[in-house]
């Protein structure tokens, strides 16, 4: 972390947990963006969108994230030592546009513990007319959107320097651009590495009081997994009637019954593992949420339903144990045996999942080193992200690591880049440093200036 981050208090992240987005800006001069402006407008006039080259093709834009509030936010939200993916997208909304719809991107199970979160950085002042981006306050918590929520947008304008840092799975889009302006925003990804072992805040370790409000139990489970102290939030209900409303039709409802029921621990383990089995789709994904809630009372009956005759069941188990974090240790063997599943998605999340434990046994970690090499791009793709989250422990299987540099996807081989840099030994920063030299992006060639 910088050491002159400037980091969230207790009530910014306690907002960002609720609303699921937070909004910071830089103290860069205007002329910084100005010419960021006109080096974005350039590069997509004369060449296209770079796609995921726009930071080596336009370098000024990383010191908008080494900003101390950017990076402060990041790190609040984050942990230390949290990854810029190498995905990231200039999106261009073009003057007179109708916007967007409201979407979710794709690439996360819908996990509310957060682990993924996107930037999106103005290189221009963005009033409403000029259509910034627009989100739906707590949305990340929701797999659907009724009309109440979508009346609920609120658009992120702001002056030129302007970052929205927002959780991965929150409801947004482009709004409409009445304006003969067009309207650029930078989208960064980045992900945690760290599993949270305290807060990464400003934290003034105050618990926070939430008590009455229909989301308190998923706010505090939240707050409480980031490593903030807990008011002793009370559930309302008994579990009867917490069971029939995580079945219920309500998504809002059903969530944070699971919670609830999730905080009462051992006892009702068993029935959110009947929902968990017997359940739909979304309240199997619901009572995943209680069990990781749950926490190390959970983890023996989610580890017997990773070998579940029904691969959805299993999915949802892995998924759980994995979003659980460092607590579903004990169950390191069975998501090493998931690693051999007949499905895609078990094989991925197993791999996932065991990137969040602390540590592996070495029979584990060279199986999962072995998954680098799946036939399934997106197994491959989560295996060398639990890689990168073992960071040193990853030396033991650091040749599995170098093969995968050459991996035909583009994020397999940047993630074992990144785990050959958190290894870090001589040999793994050589290895890297030979990699990097020949990938090497100059900014300043392109095809009006070739050598």
Not at 294 to 301: F, W, Y
Not at 327 to 349: C, F, I, K, N, T
Request: proline share 7%.
């Amino acid at each position: 972390m910088r050491t002159d981050s400037i980091l969230l208090d207790d009530s910014r992240m306690q907002s960002f947990i609720a609303d699921g987005y937070t909004v910071v800006k830089t103290d860069l001069p205007a002329e910084f963006h100005q010419s960021v402006y006109r080096q974005i407008e350039e590069v997509l006039t004369t060449e296209g969108n770079p796609g995921n080259n726009l930071l080596p093709r336009i370098p000024d834009l990383q010191q908008v994230f080494d900003q101390p509030q950017v990076a402060g936010a990041l790190t609040s939200i984050l942990g230390p030592g949290y990854y810029l993916h190498p995905h990231r997208f200039c999106h261009f909304n073009k003057p007179s546009s109708e916007g967007q719809r409201l979407h979710k991107d794709s690439w996360s199970r819908r996990h509310h513990r957060l682990r993924w979160a996107m930037a999106f950085y103005y290189p221009q002042d963005t009033p409403a007319e000029r259509g910034p981006t627009g989100v739906v306050p707590g949305s990340h918590y929701r797999n659907h959107l009724d009309q109440g929520d979508e009346e609920r947008e609120i658009a992120l304008v702001g002056e030129a320097g302007t970052v929205g840092i927002v959780h991965y799975d929150l409801w947004h889009r482009a709004t409409p651009n009445s304006t003969k302006q067009a309207r650029y925003m930078v989208k960064f990804l980045f992900v945690r590495l760290e599993e949270p072992n305290g807060p990464s805040w400003a934290a003034s370790g105050d618990p926070w009081d939430g008590n009455g409000h229909a989301e308190a139990p998923i706010w505090h489970s939240m707050w409480e997994w980031y490593g903030g102290p807990s008011a002793g939030l009370v559930a309302d209900g008994e579990q009867a009637a917490l069971l029939q409303e995580l079945r219920g039709d309500s998504e809002a409802a059903s969530q944070a019954a699971a919670y609830a029921l999730g905080r009462a621990g051992e006892p009702a383990v068993g029935p959110l593992m009947d929902c968990l089995r017997q359940g739909s789709e979304p309240v199997r994904r619901n009572a995943g949420y209680g069990l990781a809630a749950a926490g190390p009372a959970a983890v023996e009956g989610l580890a017997q339903a990773c070998a579940d005759d029904n691969s959805a069941v299993r999915l949802a188990a892995v998924d759980s144990l994995g979003d659980m974090g460092r607590a579903g240790a004990p169950a390191v063997s069975a998501l090493q045996r998931a690693l051999g599943d007949a499905s895609d998605q078990v094989r991925g999340h197993a791999a996932e999942a065991l990137g969040a434990m602390a540590t592996l046994p070495s029979a584990v970690l060279e199986e999962l080193a072995e998954v680098l090499r799946d036939d399934d791009e997106w197994v491959r793709r989560n295996a060398a992200l639990g890689l990168a989250r073992l960071g040193p422990a990853a030396e033991a299987v650091q040749p599995a690591v170098v093969a995968a540099l050459n991996d035909p996807n583009r994020y397999v081989s940047a993630k074992a880049a990144k785990t050959l840099e958190r290894i870090g030994t001589p040999e793994a920063t050589e290895i890297l440093f030979d990699y990097l030299s020949a990938a090497r992006w100059c900014p300043i060639t392109t095809k009006h200036t070739p050598y």
